[in-house]
């Protein structure tokens, strides 16, 4: 979800980006939960602060990440009956400065739950029927009712439209799982094959991102010729998501990890020469 932040007035305002989801249901009514807030990325603040301030007519770009963020947005089983939605973030600050706008409610935007087209709506049934259809958004990451459909989609469905987000859940949900060269070459493929699913630039993402850890483990290993190859690798698929993105979120980290691998990649020739000792910072 993306928020773009606005300074209409010709003063310096201050701005929360602590952002509550206020969901309105297809009957009409809106239900909030106190304990889904997080906050707005993509920029550093100091500890403690929850809040901007935009200098008159500057604008800034935030999101809320689809899966790195506050997973408590996606895991609420009220969500998953079928009809259209309303979504809408309030923003707020705590501790703010004298400027402070007070919080900020966004425009509502719809999304619109519907039974998916062939051989998805067999597999969606079975999400349904499994959860006595209340199957939360994150549902394939459940590890009795989720899982083994999630490892049959990879394994039997690669045409499911559901297949780039088993993908990405698979790697969210075993975090812990040392990523693979392969990993690679099965995100890269994904996205080719589905480029017009909302998952294609979050795909490209997930490869650039695989190569930067392989080259972080490659560090600790002391493999300095594995380390310098996947520090490219991961600048070039780092390059390549944020041109093809269009979701803001996933730009933004993209640039922001091809800065941090290319500064590794200036650490580890400076560790050649004998400039110093870094750890890397992928």
């Known amino acids: 979800m993306t928020v773009t932040l606005r300074n209409v007035s010709s003063a310096p305002v201050a701005a929360g980006v602590s952002a509550r989801l206020v969901v309105t249901m297809p009957d009409g009514t809106n239900i909030s939960r106190k304990l889904w807030e997080g906050m707005l990325q993509s920029f550093p603040l100091p500890m403690g602060q929850n809040w901007v301030e935009l200098a008159p007519g500057q604008s800034r770009v935030c999101y ?14 009220d969500f998953s009956a079928l009809g259209v939605y309303g979504l809408t973030l309030h923003l707020a600050g705590h501790r703010y400065p004298d400027n402070y706008v007070g919080e900020i409610i966004t425009n509502t ?31 394939l990451c459940h590890p009795v009712a989720g899982k083994p459909i999630l490892q049959e989609i990879l394994q039997v469905h690669p045409g499911s439209a559901y297949y780039p987000y088993a993908l990405l859940l698979e790697a969210e949900c075993n975090y812990r799982r040392r990523v693979a060269k392969d990993d690679i070459s099965k995100a890269l493929d994904a996205a080719q094959r589905f480029q017009s699913s909302p998952a294609y630039s979050h795909l490209l993402l997930r490869a650039a991102e695989v190569a930067g850890s392989i080259a972080a483990h490659a560090f600790w290993d002391h493999d300095n010729k594995t380390l310098v ?54």
């Open 64 to 77: 809320v990440d689809w899966f790195h963020s506050m997973p408590n947005y996606f895991h609420d089983a």
């Open 109 to 139: 935007v719809r999304l619109t739950r519907a039974v998916p087209p062939g051989e998805d709506e067999a597999l969606w049934a079975r999400m349904n029927a499994i959860t006595d259809n209340r199957w939360p958004p994150d549902g």
């Open 229 to 282: 190859e996947y520090v490219g690798i991961a600048s070039q698929y780092y390059y390549g998501a944020a041109k093809a993105a269009t979701v803001p979120g996933v730009r933004i980290a993209a640039e922001a990890g091809k800065r941090t691998v290319e500064t590794e990649l200036e650490h580890q020739r400076q560790r050649a020469v004998g400039a110093g000792y870094a750890k890397p910072n992928l």
